[in-house]
């Protein structure tokens, strides 16, 4: 099991975890300073709370992203090489491949939601025809961002650890082929040696 998809599975899951604290969570917005001086409560206000237009699109973003979130770990369980289920290396380089995709997927419909909504509240805070209560960033929305970019990381750390289980060492063996042509050449040489005009001795010789 290779450091890099050990890497990338603490990153997925861990920003799979976050994305699931900040769609959960109350805090998206909260009343500001001068507000809460006044009044001396803080007003929270997450993405339950009512059903604004802007709200529904950022509650439909994340719940993309924590779904997506979570077929990834599952894609990233069965992906990695540690594990018995998924099938071959090359069909394990596929899903953790996949992993990946879902993963950076998951980070970016994350990132949108939470910017979008970001957004609103910086529009309507500096916005001084605006006299309705205004508010500030909540710890959800960088809790979504945190989340959003562990998710991205992995994502990416999982496309590129399938480079890994391309490389396979290739041996070459060619030791019969070697064998085989020295003991041709040791052959020919004798065969070199023995053949020529054979000398032949008659009785007269010795006379």
Same mark, same amino acid.
């Given at each position: ?66 779904? &997506?979130?979570?077929?990834?770990? %599952? ?6 090489? +540690?594990?018995?289920? @998924?099938? =071959?290396?090359? $069909?394990?380089?596929? &899903?953790?491949?996949?992993?990946? %995709? ?6 970016? +419909?994350?990132?949108? @939601?939470? =910017?979008?909504? $970001? ?89």
């Amino acid at each position: 099991m290779s450091m890099a998809q050990i890497s990338a599975l603490v990153c997925g899951v861990g920003g799979f975890g976050a994305l699931v604290a900040a769609t959960t969570s109350n805090e998206w917005k909260v009343t500001t300073r001068a507000s809460s001086v006044i009044t001396a409560t803080w007003v929270y206000q997450g993405l339950w709370m009512n059903c604004s237009g802007y709200i529904q699109a950022c509650r439909g973003l994340m719940i993309a992203a924590v779904s &997506l979130g979570f077929f990834g770990s %599952i894609f990233a369980l069965f992906g990695m090489k +540690c594990t018995k289920v @998924g099938g =071959s290396e090359k $069909a394990k380089a596929k &899903l953790a491949c996949l992993a990946g %995709i879902v993963f950076i997927l998951s980070g970016l +419909c994350s990132m949108t @939601g939470c =910017s979008l909504y $970001a957004n609103k509240i910086t529009t309507e805070f500096f916005d001084p025809l605006f006299m309705e209560q205004k508010y500030e960033l909540g710890a959800a929305l960088f809790i979504g961002w945190a989340g959003a970019s562990l998710c991205i990381i992995g994502g990416v750390i999982f496309c590129f650890s399938i480079s890994d289980n391309n490389k396979t060492p290739s041996y070459t063996y060619n030791g019969p082929t070697s064998v085989t042509s020295s003991r041709t050449k040791y052959h020919g040489e004798g065969d070199f040696k023995t053949t020529g005009p054979s000398k032949q001795f008659d009785k007269n010789a010795y006379v």
